[in-house]
């Protein structure tokens, strides 16, 4: 039996977040290793949640121009899983065409972005948004797949899309306290988070409460925001 002082205790919790096509999903796990997710249209609510620290992600932390030092280093370690080329301002552009063609002319053919982060570009916006020096005390950016090669002793797994590279990662979750996250994976139908979604998700929580390591060289974007992947 718990006394009272157990009760009223405040334990820390540990919130993950990730962006999916109707907003964004978090994955919370507490000190005592309850855990549960959430999901909502904007990531406001979310953030409100209590949390000792939270990871997101997504990048925070953008130049003007060219490629961030902290993916080309993650990208050295896990490939091609992250995108390069996240900078301030591309939501500005009309399509990504024209924002290839601006790329291209200051910077050089090849220095464009991908579809993939084309298609991320609000929700870069979105963070962008929110985001300050004294809120990145307690948030920061995370890359699941980093998060996955440290948990698995450092080596890349099968890719995430793959049923043996899913059950890698859900097997991962479960030795760290997401015990829940199969039962979940049945709950999120009718929602829009795609089963990637919840899982990259948990695993930012993972981080948030456990990170200690970093890829970046210590800059600051012109926001004062550190520009930095922690797993």
Known sequence: MQDTDDKTAVVPNYLGLDGFRCGWVAAWIDARGDHGFDYSPGLTRLLAMPHARAMIDMPIGLEWSGYRTCDLQARELIGASVFLGARRD??????MAAANRYYWKHEGKGRGVSAQLWNIRDKLKEVDDVMTPALQVTIGEAHPEL?????????????KTSPRGRAQRITLLKDQGFTSIERWLTLRHGTGIGRDDLIDACACAVAARDSTHSVGDGKTDPHGLR???NY
């Open 90 to 95: 591309l939501w500005t552009f009309a399509d």
């Open 147 to 159: 998060i996955f090669w440290n948990l698995a002793g450092r080596v890349r797994l099968e890719p």
């Open 227 to 229: 520009m930095e992947i």
